[in-house]
């Protein structure tokens, strides 16, 4: 087992990212058990703690007060008799409808139990649950599990949980093959079936994991709502985006969820390779109206593979979502949390100004983790954008087609594309100037790009495996000049510190 490095390299690494979430060491996939509960956000995680690459699934275990911040804390599941523990979610029993909790509250984790049939090789996937009593910090898995099984569904996984005030009951949506069933509960024990969707609806170019179900105000207004879906789709080879996440808008009443679009429309959370098995928290304080997700920054075509030595995987930062209405309809946004800006250090204010070809506005600037506004004014000219992570062998392009109308991120030079066929690559996806303006708003950490086009209509997720040293930036501009209306850059602090 690889132990962690001590204090004064913590988090310095090769490749190792600065303001994201990561384990200290070994391998970790899906966000799992998101919930907000006396002041602290917890982070669960698939973890393997044996090794690198997936294995024996176990959850691994942050907290966090502001969401950028992580204190890592001892596993919180672990296999047992029933199988290892698959990905899940946690809720806060306010009101001791388990009765777990001797009529105070606690946390419920709701998770999937893995293993195979009795004298079989079949994968036998069961729903399980344990409670604590102590903020997360140990949890007892209840003596009845599993609480849900259905011999008839293989792939029967991933349970997210939330309360329906409307109901008055617990609501639980679960991938089951191609579909997703909901199922209802008023003590999180005994589950009823309510609905199933999902067939012919949407993108099955793979398995389906990982669903969530919750409400999004519209337009910011908090009294026209419509509930969204999320559910991942895994890795089948004959797709070349491998694992992805896609969305569906529709109406929930407790029951059963209705597509308000075709069912031959598909909606894409994030149009990178790198965003995966995103879920959102539960349980965030009355007064804060938003809906934070976060995905696991990796895809399953390669996540075993990506060159990192110590650990493996990183989480997206926390992104808030809404929805928004446009000419074809209602979409997601997303933008990342408020509370990332606490990590702004030195900043560069740029207004007003002109990219020239072969003039480079940021030629003084040399980082690895920052983050940039920048909003360009579209002319009558190629391309432009920002090349980042650059040196004389490598870069990654961020940037934008005038005439396609496509923003994309360019990895084919990113450093280290060799672990994987499929990794080198441009993922572009089309994305409308608003009023003539295109903006990015971009994170970069040391081994990753995440990019909001216009305010969160278009977002990109991509890993990048770039030497430390290939920390120059470039804003150009192709086939003429562009206007430069407003370029904000500020480097981030690490957020990682060795405390014990
Ligand atoms: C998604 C997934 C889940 C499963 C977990 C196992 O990435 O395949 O469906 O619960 O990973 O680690």
């Known amino acids: 087992m690889n132990q962690p ?22 391998w970790m996939n899906d966000p799992n058990g998101m919930v907000f509960y006396e002041g602290e956000y917890h982070l669960f995680y698939q973890y393997h703690p044996n090794g690198t690459t997936w294995g024996p699934m176990h ?18 599941l672990e296999p047992d008799e029933n199988g ?29 139990h893995a293993d195979t049939y009795p004298n079989s090789e079949r994968p036998r996937q069961r729903q399980s649950i344990a409670y604590s009593h102590d903020q997360g910090r140990s949890w007892k898995k209840y003596e009845g599990n599993p609480v849900l099984s259905d011999e008839e ?50 993108s099955h170019q793979g398995v389906w994991e990982c669903p969530d179900l919750f409400e999004l105000s519209i337009d910011g207004d908090h009294r026209k709502k419509k509930w969204v879906l999320f559910l991942s789709i895994g890795d089948d080879p004959s797709f070349e985006e ?31 390779r790198d965003n995966y098995a995103g879920v959102s928290w539960s349980d965030l304080p009355v007064d804060d109206h938003r809906r934070i997700y976060l995905g696991w ?8 593979v990506t060159p990192t030595k ?36 030195e900043s560069i204010i740029l207004k007003k100004k002109v990219i020239k070809e072969n003039e480079n506005l940021l030629k003084e600037l040399k980082s690895n983790t920052f983050e940039i506004i920048a909003e360009f004014e579209v002319g009558n000219i ?26 994309f991120i360019d990895r084919k030079m990113s450093g280290d594309v060799n672990f994987h066929k499929s990794f080198a690559g441009k993922h572009e996806a089309e994305l409308e100037p608003k009023g003539n303006k295109i903006k990015f708003h971009l994170f970069v950490d040391c081994s990753s790009v995440e990019v909001f086009g216009n305010d969160g209509e278009l977002v990109m997720t991509d890993l990048i495996f770039p030497d430390s040293s290939s920390n120059k930036l470039t804003l150009y501009s192709i086939g003429g000049e562009v206007n430069l209306n407003s370029l904000e850059f500020y480097m981030l602090k690490s957020t990682w510190e060795y405390s014990r």
């Open 382 to 407: 190629d391309e432009f954008g920002i090349k980042v992570c650059q040196s004389e062998n490598e870069e990654t392009t961020i940037g934008y087609n005038v005439e396609t109308k496509k923003m």
């Open 153 to 202: 569904i293989t792939d029967f996984r991933d349970p997210k949980v939330f309360w329906h005030k409307e109901t008055n009951r617990w609501i639980m949506v679960i991938a089951a093959g191609q579909s997703v069933r909901f199922y209802t509960s008023s003590n999180l024990i005994d589950w009823e079936f309510a609905s199933e969707f999902g067939e012919e609806h949407g």
């Open 310 to 345: 110590e650990w493996r995987s990183s989480m997206t930062i926390p992104r808030s979502l809404s929805l928004a209405s446009t000419n074809v309809g209602l979409r997601l946004r997303q933008s990342p949390v408020k509370e990332l800006e606490s990590i702004r250090q």
């Open 297 to 304: 920054m990796s895809n399953w075509r390669y996540a075993n």
């Open 5 to 26: 490095e001590i204090s004064y390299q913590y988090y310095t690494e090769k490749y190792r990212p600065q303001y994201h979430f990561t384990p200290e060491v070994n």
């Open 242 to 272: 491998g694992s992805r996440t896609q969305y569906f808008i529709g109406d929930f009443d407790g029951k059963t969820f209705t597509n308000l679009n075709s069912p031959d429309k598909t909606l894409w959370v994030d149009r990178g």
């Open 59 to 76: 959850w691994g275990h942050a907290v966090s007060k502001d969401l950028v911040h992580w204190e890592h804390l001892p596993i919180g």
């Open 84 to 112: 290892m523990i698959f990905s899940g979610s946690a809720v806060v029993d306010r009101n001791d409808t388990s009765g777990f909790f001797n009529g105070q509250s606690g946390l419920v984790a709701i998770f999937t």
